[in-house]
Nanobody
Framework: QVQLVESGGGLVQAGGSLKVSCTVSGPTFSRYTMGWFREAPGKEREFIAA???????WYGDPMKGRVTIARDNAKNMVYLQMNNLKPEDTAIYYC???????????????WGKGTLVTVSS
């Protein structure tokens, strides 16, 4: 069993940066590809980024070029650094764990409860 707890969300002005974190509990963290999705008001969840056990990374179209994902296997942590934030980036950001590359919701094995990021104009 894997439990995911996000932190670091909040209010930021457009053009600013924010780093959200995910604390992972469970003995098998290193076996999973970790990632981030987001859900904006009235929209479907979108794939943002993923990082494999060997630090291979994938980025989804919504924030490509503005985000960096990283993991620390020693600390059981996953991070998403977001730069040049826009009001349309306002969403709940979810940490996920998957035995595959989680491009779609159906690929995800575990979800966190999410952290809210609000970008003001």
């Amino acid at each position: 069993q894997v439990q995911l707890v996000e932190s670091g969300g909040g209010l930021v002005q457009a053009g600013g940066s924010l780093k959200v974190s995910c604390t992972v509990s469970g003995p098998t963290f290193s076996r999973y590809t970790m990632g981030w999705f987001r859900e904006a008001p009235g929209k479907e969840r979108e794939f943002i980024a993923a990082v494999t056990q060997s630090d291979g990374v994938w980025y989804g179209d919504p924030m490509k070029g503005r985000v960096t994902i990283a993991r620390d296997n020693a600390k059981n942590m996953v991070y998403l650094q977001m730069n040049n934030l826009k009001p349309e980036d306002t969403a709940i950001y979810y940490c996920v764990a998957s035995m595959a590359i989680p491009h779609a919701e159906s690929d995800v094995d575990y979800w966190g409860k999410g952290t809210l990021v609000t970008v003001s104009s």
